[in-house]
């Protein structure tokens, strides 16, 4: 094959980057493919678990099979015809997805890798080369620097060219885990930071699930702290409150924007989770997941997400009660916290993650102000103020957090009875202070030092 000059501009910067250090080159990792496809996602298992959903017309296959047979406008043509032609075989949806791709409009490099990975049979040889073409201009244009969906897209193109463009996909995966996943990212989850945002957390689980297919390379190893409390994350970073939506109900990611819902966003979202459970059945926080995803009124019935929710949902896989999982997260490294005070749909919740303190109540979203506090079940949340004095009235809680501090910042903490400690404030500003031996006109002092 001649490349073209973008295409050896990518395995330029690869080799300079491997010359400057970046990419340990002395490792053991190989990063041929060597699997068969479909290699994205499809793998074995799953295909035979979608196509015996199929047999057993399980709801998730009816919504599915409803939107393509009824010829629904699809958000992603290219992403569900390819799925419905590998469940079905039915080789016209097939076709439509490689005519998507072909298109000169078709720039979704994501979506350009699917059909090169899941129609690769029915290509002719002259589409199979112009599909190539594309996948490799979509790597020249973009770089690991990118975004995490950005980086996601480059896996998939470059173990979709795995075949046909070998030394080319090495580089680019060799480039990703070593220089962006070892390099950058994982190094930023185990000092404590937050280097994925919450919207981009579908695209990280995709990159995960590819290169774990077909490099049976564990990218979670190199930050297994962060992939432990990453479900319980997940569960309580969203509101409390149901969303109703036409198609189905909707749980909310919180976020910083004001106004009507981004569904799509709640729908990758929930597909998140869903293909996080499917990376790791076994794990215990998992299974609290799959309990918390597992109710058919979230299942995802739009043009948008069916598709999703019929690739990844597993209603066989037995989930836990989530009744079981704590009401707070807090990872004092990135500052993020969320409070809930129950399980339930009218619970009230609080959380600080990117620079917001909100509170959920009654159904509307509010940034928390400077005073006044707010109780959730066992735990308080008391806004900071000077001078920093509160009283305990003997309704204990088990945990106070203090919030509005300066980041990081030393505190002296005196409670009545008790000798005065220090205690720094997370990267937030936030002390969470746990106050065991609480009575009733419990005096607690909080000073800067």
Not at 216 to 245: Q, V, W
Request: proline share 6%; with cysteine.
């Amino acid at each position: 094959m001649t490349w073209k000059p973008a295409v050896a501009a990518v395995l330029a910067v690869v080799a300079a980057a491997a010359a400057s250090g970046q990419i340990n080159g002395g490792g053991e990792d190989d990063f041929h493919v060597y699997t068969e496809a479909p290699r994205l996602f499809l793998r074995p298992q799953r295909l035979r678990l979608l196509r015996r959903e199929r047999e057993r017309q399980s709801i998730r296959w009816q919504q599915f099979q409803l939107l393509m047979a009824g010829k629904a406008r699809m958000p992603e043509p290219a992403f569900a015809g390819a799925l419905y032609y590998q469940i079905t075989g039915d080789e016209s949806y097939g076709r439509r997805a490689i005519a998507w791709a072909l298109d000169t409009r078709a720039r979704d490099l994501r979506e350009l890798a699917l059909v090169a990975d899941w129609c690769g049979k029915l290509l002719k040889p002259a589409e199979a080369q112009a599909l190539d073409r594309k996948l490799e201009q979509g790597l020249a244009s973009t770089g690991h620097a990118g975004s995490v969906a950005v980086v996601r897209s480059r896996v998939l193109a470059a173990i979709a060219l795995a075949d046909r463009n070998p030394q080319l996909s090495e580089a680019v995966l060799r480039q990703t885990v070593a220089a962006w996943w070892r390099g950058r990212i994982a190094p930023a989850m185990e000092a404590g930071g937050d280097p994925v945002p919450r919207d981009q957390m579908f695209a990280l689980l995709e990159l995960l699930h590819a290169i774990r297919d077909n490099l049976n390379i564990e990218l979670r190893e190199d930050a297994a702290g962060y992939f432990k409390h990453l479900p319980t994350c997940l569960m309580l970073s969203h509101y409390p409150a149901p969303y109703p939506a036409a198609e189905n109900l909707y749980r909310i990611p919180a976020n910083e924007v004001a106004g009507e819902p981004d569904l799509e966003k709640a729908a990758l979202s929930r597909a998140a989770g869903l293909a996080l459970v499917a990376y790791d059945t076994n794990a215990l926080e998992n299974q609290y997941l799959q309990g918390w995803l597992i109710q058919d009124r979230y299942l995802l019935r739009s043009a948008f997400g069916a598709a999703y929710e019929f690739l990844w949902a597993n209603p066989y896989q037995p989930g836990l009660t989530y009744y079981h999982v704590p009401l707070f997260f807090h990872d004092a490294p990135s500052g993020r916290l969320f409070v809930r005070s129950s399980w339930d749909d009218d619970a009230t919740w609080f959380g600080v993650f990117d620079g917001h303190r909100q509170l959920f109540a009654d159904g509307k979203v509010r940034e928390l102000g400077r005073t006044g506090e707010v109780r959730l079940g066992a735990s308080i949340v008391i806004p900071a103020v000077s001078p920093m004095r509160f009283t305990l009235d003997g309704q204990e809680p088990e945990t106070v957090y203090v919030v509005g501090l300066k980041p990081r910042a030393p505190y002296d903490i005196e409670v009545d009875d008790e000798e005065m400690c220090e205690q720094p404030a997370d990267a937030a500003g936030t002390l969470e202070l746990n106050i065991t031996a609480a009575s009733a006109n419990t005096g607690v002092r909080i000073q800067a030092r």
